[in-house]
T-cell receptor
Framework: DAGVTQSPTHLIKTRGQQVTLRCSPK?????VSWYQQALGQGPQFIFQYYEEEERQRGNFPDRFSGHQFPNYSSELNVNALLLGDSALYLC?????????????FGSGTRLTVV | GQNIDQPTEMTATEGAIVQINCTYQ??????LFWYQQHAGEAPTFLSYNVLDGLEEKGRFSSFLSRSKGYSYLLLKELQMKDSASYLC?????????????FGRGTSLIVHP
């Protein structure tokens, strides 16, 4: 049973460019959340998707946007990249909005902005 | 809002016991969680406390005092593979979606 898969694993982009990160949730999970984890910091919540809609959003600018597809997979898009966007981007999936113990993280995408 | 505080780094010896503390201030509370994260890997769920007291799970135990806004993770019989970052996270107010708020993590280094 595959867990949460994210692609790509590593990415290097230039300031001002745009990037799309992808996440496939664990089988049976329908809720996807995205986090940004800077070096030496804990994960910071970006937004959560359920039933193809953004349900909750953290304190991130509109440059960060997302999408959820009918098969529950999700994308995170970041426009006009800044050096400060360099981080590990984690996707987490769960059975539903309130699931706790089943909250499963992927291994992340390491984004470097130069 | 929520504020979570935990030590940045700790070191311990293989075979020993280590306690990682976490204090929190939150406008709402519905559980405290501990995750383990090895370098370059996904955080993995360790424990969940919603009531005061000690929860034991093998070599790992977690304690919660809601009145004090305090939790700790206790690791016994330390092994080299326990070297990792340990993240304390607070759950949302009751009824809300589960979106844990994380502390910055404690990097634990286990040496021989």
């Amino acid at each position: 049973d595959a867990g949460v898969t994210q692609s790509p694993t590593h990415l290097i982009k230039t300031r001002g460019q745009q990037v799309t990160l992808r996440c496939s949730p664990k089988s049976g999970h329908d809720t996807v959340s995205w986090y940004q984890q800077a070096l030496g910091q804990g994960p910071q919540f970006i937004f959560q998707y359920y039933e193809e809609e953004e349900r909750q959003r953290g304190n991130f600018p509109d440059r960060f946007s997302g999408h959820q597809f009918p098969n529950y997979s999700s994308e995170l898009n970041v426009n006009a990249l800044l050096l400060g966007d360099s981080a590990l981007y984690l996707c987490a999936s769960s059975l539903n909005l309130k699931s706790v113990a089943g909250y499963t993280f992927g291994s992340g995408t390491r984004l470097t902005v130069v | 809002g929520q504020n979570i505080d935990q030590p940045t780094e700790m070191t311990a010896t293989e075979g020993a016991i280590v306690q990682i503390n976490c204090t929190y201030q939150t406008s709402g509370f519905n559980g405290l969680f501990w995750y383990q994260q090895h370098a370059g890997e996904a955080p993995t769920f360790l424990s969940y406390n919603v009531l005061d007291g000690l929860e034991e799970k093998g070599r790992f135990s977690s304690f919660l005092s809601r009145s004090k806004g305090y939790s700790y993770l206790l690791l016994k019989e330390l092994q080299m593979k326990d070297s990792a970052s340990y993240l304390c996270a607070v759950g949302p107010p009751s009824g809300g979606s589960y979106i844990p708020t994380f502390g910055r993590g404690t990097s634990l280094i286990v040496h021989p």
